[in-house]
């Protein structure tokens, strides 16, 4: 079996310039053609304003590392976690127009009362909360002794 050399330490950079890398190297290059640009198109105070910012938007980009991982990720995982946040909540309302859609084409008739389950089969409250959930609020609950107050307004009491 032939012997293979696995590479080590790959995500670090090579280094060109003492501890400057290439990429911060570009990057302090494509800076100094910004300067040089200041320079020729606005007079001295503007030129040293958009110095001063340019330079910290460079070195920030070029030096900065947030989590061990360089500042330009940082910045495109922000983008993108913006643009589209991974939480997902599930919205169990229904309109009348969709459940009506959806049962006709099922071919089934709305839910009436009188073809719920009786409430005497209910064993506990646990039970008949689950039954007021799945049928949706078409099973009102238990008319006597029970403490559960089903008016959406108000929260249920067990």
């Not at 040293?48 to 920030?60: A, K």
């Not at 859609?101 to 646990?126: F, V, Y």
Request: proline fraction near 3%; charged fraction near 20%; glycine fraction near 4%.
């Amino acid at each position: 079996m032939r012997q293979f050399t696995v590479p080590q330490f790959i995500d670090v950079e090579d280094k060109i310039i003492g501890p400057i890398t290439t990429r911060q190297f570009i990057l302090l290059l494509v800076e100094a053609v910004f300067i040089a640009i200041f320079y020729k198109i606005s007079d001295f105070a503007l030129f040293i304003f958009l110095t001063v910012i340019s330079l910290i938007i460079c070195i920030t980009f070029a030096f900065v590392k947030v989590n061990s991982r360089p500042f330009h990720f940082f910045v495109l995982n922000l983008a993108q976690t913006i643009s589209r946040p991974s939480l997902r909540v599930w919205n169990y309302t229904f309109r009348k127009i969709e459940i009506e859609r959806e049962q006709d084409m099922a071919g089934t008739k709305l839910i009436k009362e009188s073809n719920l389950p009786a409430a005497k089969n209910i064993t506990s409250r646990l039970a008949e909360l689950s039954l007021i959930v799945d049928t949706q609020g078409a099973y009102k609950g238990e008319a006597k002794g029970s403490n559960i107050i089903l008016d959406s307004s108000k929260s249920a009491n067990i």
